[in-house]
């Protein structure tokens, strides 16, 4: 079965500072890969989401970005972090063969000060 | 666009009690309906999903979810809770049209007292 490893765990920042999360995925070829953020302990915002290698949608406008380099590895990142970044990125991954489920990873919580 | 509500925030319940937590879709197609639960600074862990077939889904951790179409519902349900469901609990519907993303609820919070 797929594991998901996300890096770091936990980050802090300070604004205008860069940002690259990564997340790799074992187990598993050829998955759909998505980044999803959960402010303040509540609803998942999803940011974006990869079918294919070079290949990423965005869910909505912001300050983040998006890269899938390999078949199991999609890092999200920013030039200049904003206050409104904070906040808890969870990566997940879908296998089109399995039934249907999203797996997610442990996350990494991003503080900007 | 497809849509899921969890209209409540939190749900408090006694350990040994039945457990409800609702949720409600808008979906344009056919409905692949999802839950899952949060622990603390962890990730999201599958519970069940609804795909097609019978109406109740059996789940982890003694968990089961009725689909109702006619109500465009898909609640959460445990005969009898323990505290260590004390969790945040999220619905969600996934769009095959969209790279089979997942879109959330708002959460529910679920708070079992001994």
């Known amino acids: 079965s797929q594991t998901i490893h996300q890096w770091p765990a936990t980050l802090v920042q300070p604004v205008g500072s860069p940002l690259s999360l990564e997340c790799t995925v074992e187990?598993?070829?050829?998955?759909?890969l998505y980044w999803y953020r959960q402010a303040a302990g509540r609803g998942l915002q999803l940011l974006f989401y990869?079918?294919?290698?070079?290949?990423i949608s965005s869910e909505v406008p912001q300050n983040l970005s998006a890269s899938r380099p390999q078949d199991r590895q999609f890092i999200l990142s920013s030039k200049k972090l904003l206050l409104s970044d904070s906040g808890f990125y969870l990566c997940?991954?879908?296998?089109?063969?399995?039934?249907?489920?999203?797996?997610f990873g442990e996350g990494s919580r991003l503080t900007v000060l | 666009a497809q849509s899921v509500a969890q209209p409540e925030d939190q749900v408090n319940v006694a350990e040994g009690n039945p457990l409800t937590v609702k949720c409600t879709y808008s979906?344009?197609?056919?409905?692949?309906l999802f839950w899952y639960v949060q622990y603390p600074n962890r990730g999201l862990q599958f519970l069940l999903k609804y795909i097609t077939g019978d109406n109740l889904v059996k789940g982890s951790y003694g968990f089961e979810a009725e689909f109702n179409k006619s109500q465009t519902s898909f609640h959460l349900k445990k005969p009898s809770a323990l505290v260590s469901d004390s969790a945040l609990y999220f619905c969600a519907v996934r769009d095959a049209a969209a790279g089979n993303k997942l879109t959330f609820g708002g959460g529910t919070r679920v708070l079992v007292k001994p």
């Open positions: 187990g598993t070829s050829n998955p759909n």
């Open positions: 990869s079918v294919g290698i070079g290949q």
């Open positions: 979906v344009s197609g056919n409905p692949y």
């Open positions: 997940a991954c879908f296998v089109r063969a399995n039934t249907g489920e999203l797996f």
